[in-house]
RNA sequence: GGCGGCGUAGCCAAGUGGCUAAGGCGACGGUUUGCAAAACCGUUAUUCCCGGGUUCGAAUCCCGGCGCCGCCUCCA
């Protein structure tokens, strides 16, 4: 089976062949840290986390990458109105990306690196380019010259005749064409500043991507994904640059993630319209958030709802409900078995065209309602269905606990104690007393089901 | 103005030329239960925004409408 991947680059669906055999490097554009980490950020991250585990699933070694633009003019602004400095915003909003992160059970990139912390590699290919003839310098900035460069526009399919016709760029007089942009800004006072050949300055937008991506992961490498918003004019400037300075095909494969949208706008640091991804995980399970996105393809806007945030949430009880009923040890997976393999291979067939994760969720509910069957026939391999079932949704990035929540020994036999006094009282039939026990547990979030096997305890997940 | 996308059940959402139009939420009926819960079984789109056309055959392709959205400026 292969892998087919949307290529914006073509507007097609192609079959993924790394650049080098087994191993796959991915970039994935980060947050440009001036705010907090909203529900938008979280769907393109997620989005990247699905691909790096598919990849892995398939066997694949990856090398992945996410950065931190931790120096631009939006920092700089947003830090002088809060009155903090400049490196200090970057960090906070960075912990709590982090925070968030770990939560969401993203999977940690192998490196994070950050804009920072390579303005050597910035230096070194903005003098490339200008090296080449794609780029000239005017009173201390470095512009990309794109008249310069013939493929500007073929990611986003934009031309630089329209782009003018737009006219919203502003004119510039050190500019020799209007869509020119910033690979070097001179140094403003009372700004943070780094030395260069050109004086004193900081890297423009874009730039870092560039410089970081092929550092890392050489040039031309497989994956660099973001979401739609950064096709223009972000990544169309980091192809030009990297192509400008290398003269290489830069990236194989993009992937874009469409937005996320706030009764139909954008969720965006701009309009000031966003919910932190931290606020939003004070009411939902992660794993639920998680179902939320993936039930809709990755390449499909999204409404932000609370009422699909729910929805999610009742049905990841479901398979909550199915593994707090297992023991806690699962037992090997032998995927030669037929009666495995036909699961796996819908999965994957799911999976591998364009990671539709709303069809590779179906057949995790359909596995679901298999597993449920054949445990209530009473039918051994119950146990085997339910381990594929775990390590499918572990492909999706979902953390599944089996077995009754740990909350300690103590509390453990206190439940039992419990549990035992109420059979004895429903044995003699004062259920008057036994509903009492069952609605007072409730209400501490602890819910009793009273099955033909004995009655079993689980934890509601509100309390 | 330029470029791109979407319209499938009460709601969300796959499917993009041919098996009974996935799956989830919700609702209703049944089995089970002391009552619940959970689970299982069944029902919930003769039809895919509207109108033409191509085809043996279209939700899927073409043409024309209507409606919604994104990008073109900082954004995941």
Request: aromatic share 12%; with cysteine; charged share 25%.
């Amino acid at each position: 089976m292969a892998l087919r991947i949307y290529n914006t680059l073509t507007r097609t669906k192609e079959e993924f062949r790394p650049v080098r055999e087994g191993r796959v490097g991915i970039y994935f554009c980060g947050m440009t840290v001036q705010d907090r980490p909203h529900v938008g950020h979280m769907r393109a991250f997620i989005t990247g986390d699905i691909v790096w585990r598919y990849l892995e699933f398939k066997g694949y070694d990856v090398f992945y990458l996410t950065n931190f633009t931790d120096i631009d003019d939006k920092i700089i602004m947003k830090s002088k109105d809060e009155g903090i400095d400049w490196r200090m915003l970057a960090e906070r909003n960075i912990e709590e990306f982090f925070k968030a992160a770990n939560l969401m059970n993203l999977k940690p990139a192998t490196h994070y690196p950050r804009a920072t912390n390579h303005i050597q590699e910035i230096i070194e290919m903005v003098e490339a380019i200008m090296a080449n003839g794609f780029a000239y310098e005017s009173n201390g900035n470095v512009y990309f010259e794109v008249e310069k460069f013939a493929g500007y526009g073929k990611l986003s399919g934009k031309k630089l005749k329209d782009l003018i016709a737009g006219a919203r760029v502003e004119p510039d007089p050190n500019k020799r064409h209007p869509a020119d942009f910033a690979l070097w800004k001179a140094h403003k006072p009372g700004e943070p500043y780094w030395h260069s050949p050109w004086g004193k300055g900081r890297p423009g937008w874009h730039i870092e991507c560039s410089a970081m991506s092929t550092h890392y992961l050489g040039q031309p490498f497989d994956i660099h994904g973001g979401g739609t918003d950064l096709i223009f004019p972000h990544h169309e400037n980091e192809i030009a640059q990297a192509e400008a300075a290398r003269g290489v095909k830069f990236v194989n494969f993009w992937i874009h993630n469409e937005m996320l949208n706030l009764k139909g706008e954008k969720m965006s640091k701009s309009t000031g319209l966003f919910f932190a991804i931290i606020d939003v995980l004070e009411h939902y399970d992660p794993n639920a958030v998680r179902l939320y996105l993936l039930k809709s393809h990755y390449r499909s806007p999204i409404d932000y709802s609370e009422e699909r945030l729910n929805e999610a949430q009742s049905a990841w009880s479901n398979f909550v409900e199915f593994f707090s009923k297992l023991p806690k040890e699962l037992p090997e997976i032998n995927l030669s078995d037929p009666s495995l393999a036909k699961w796996v291979k819908a999965f994957e067939d799911a999976m591998d065209d364009d990671f539709n994760t709303p069809k590779a969720l179906a057949v995790a509910f359909e596995l679901l309602s298999e597993a449920n069957r054949l445990f209530t026939a009473g039918d051994e391999s119950f146990a085997a269905h339910a381990a594929l079932l775990k390590m499918l949704l572990e492909v999706l990035g979902f953390r599944v606990e089996t077995g009754a929540q740990a909350l300690g020994q103590f509390v453990d036999d206190l439940l039992e104690l419990i549990v035992e006094v109420r059979s004895e009282l429903r044995k003699e039939r004062r259920y008057d007393l036994a509903d009492k026990i069952r609605d007072r547990l409730g209400s501490l979030g602890v819910l009793l089901e009273d099955t033909p096997e004995g009655t079993i305890w689980k934890l509601s997940g509100r309390r």
